[in-house]
């Protein structure tokens, strides 16, 4: 069972900036991918961004180019940088961790992000 601890969440204007960290209890060196999703009030679970094991990104179109995902393997952790966030970002974030594709993926807790007008 892997844990992911999030946090970072909060409370920002709209065309703010908020930094958003999820810590593995295990090392995420070798794992397949890594990343975040989120789901808004009423809405469905969707993609912001992943990071796969070599290192490439995917991200969502409505945040490509205003957030960006890296990792740090020495702490176990990725963050992913939010920029000029639109109220419409508002939403639980989740942290994802998949270890290989022959396995299931594990969630955070979620922390929340309000976006004001």
């Known amino acids: 069972q892997v844990q992911l601890v999030e946090s970072g969440g909060g409370l920002v204007q709209a065309g703010g900036s908020l930094r958003l960290s999820c810590v593995a209890s295990?090392?995420?060196?070798?794992?397949?991918?890594m990343g975040w999703y989120r789901q808004a009030p009423g809405k469905q679970r969707e993609l912001v961004a992943l990071?796969?094991?070599?290192?490439?990104?995917v991200y969502a179109d409505s945040v490509e180019g205003r957030f960006t995902i890296s990792r740090d393997n020495a702490k176990n952790t990725i963050f992913l940088q939010m920029n000029s966030l639109k109220p419409e970002d508002t939403a639980v974030y989740y942290c994802?961790?998949?270890?290989?594709?022959?396995?299931?993926?594990?969630w955070g807790q979620g922390t929340h992000i309000t976006v004001s007008s």
């Open positions: 990071v796969t094991g070599g290192g490439s990104t």
């Open positions: 295990e090392n995420i060196f070798s794992i397949y991918t």
């Open positions: 994802y961790l998949r270890r290989s594709i022959a396995t299931i993926g594990y």
